[in-house]
């Protein structure tokens, strides 16, 4: 490598050192816990211990209520962010996680709305009983409810323009042109090679 670009990489990687401990990376705080004493989580990575049994499981309803004649399928999160979302002020937990419910349509009508992009949905708790691998559905791991109750109500999810971000964003497109111009510049300032390009 040649002088301009080590020049370069060197300016490149202190300025990036200097970002990412200026609060550049997200902090991880005090994720909100799965309400649930079986978590999605703690059901995935041991379902034949959970198989058969009856379960309580509470979180978000997400995505589509999926009307299938008298039944219906819901998918309802139980992550840390399951009550608010990281720009609301969750912590970071993790990944998004749920369970696959499977309960009568008139239990699941009860759901006004249904989490996304733009809303938090309803917070539900059922009642049902947990398969590692349902014959009914290809043997899939799911819930077969008999029961849905609303917790709380789902509600337009909160995601203002945070300043501090508008100005990292100001601050790196700056530090772009530096770095730009600096190349362009190299040869005129008289610093390493004068070949010409």
């Known amino acids: 490598m040649n002088r301009r670009t080590l020049a370069l990489l060197g300016l490149v990687v202190a300025l990036t050192a200097a970002l990412l401990g200026g609060g550049c990376m997200p902090q991880a705080g005090n994720p909100q816990k799965s309400p649930n004493e079986a978590s999605s989580g703690t ?91 349902c014959a009914e559905h290809g043997g899939d791991l799911d819930i077969h409810a008999t029961s849905l109750s609303i917790v709380s109500e789902g509600r337009s999810a909160v995601d203002p323009v945070k300043v501090v971000k508008l100005l990292w964003a100001i601050g790196l497109a700056f530090l772009a042109w530096v770095l730009w111009f600096t190349n362009r510049k190299w040869d005129d300032w008289g610093i390493g090679s004068t070949t010409s390009r």
Do not use: C, Q
């Not at 720009?87 to 369970?99: F, I, K, P, R, V």
């Open 43 to 133: 059901l995935v990575e041991s379902p034949k211990k959970y198989d058969g049994t009856s379960v309580t499981f509470e979180g978000e309803a997400i995505g589509e209520v999926m009307v299938r004649g008298d039944m219906a399928w819901i998918h309802v999160n139980d992550d840390a962010y399951y009550l608010e979302n990281v720009e609301e002020g969750a912590a970071l937990g993790g990944y998004n996680s749920g369970m696959a419910i499977w309960l009568p349509a008139e239990e699941a009508a009860k759901i006004t709305l249904v989490g996304d992009y733009k809303h938090e949905g309803d917070v539900v708790k059922i009642e049902g009983v947990f398969n590692a691998a």
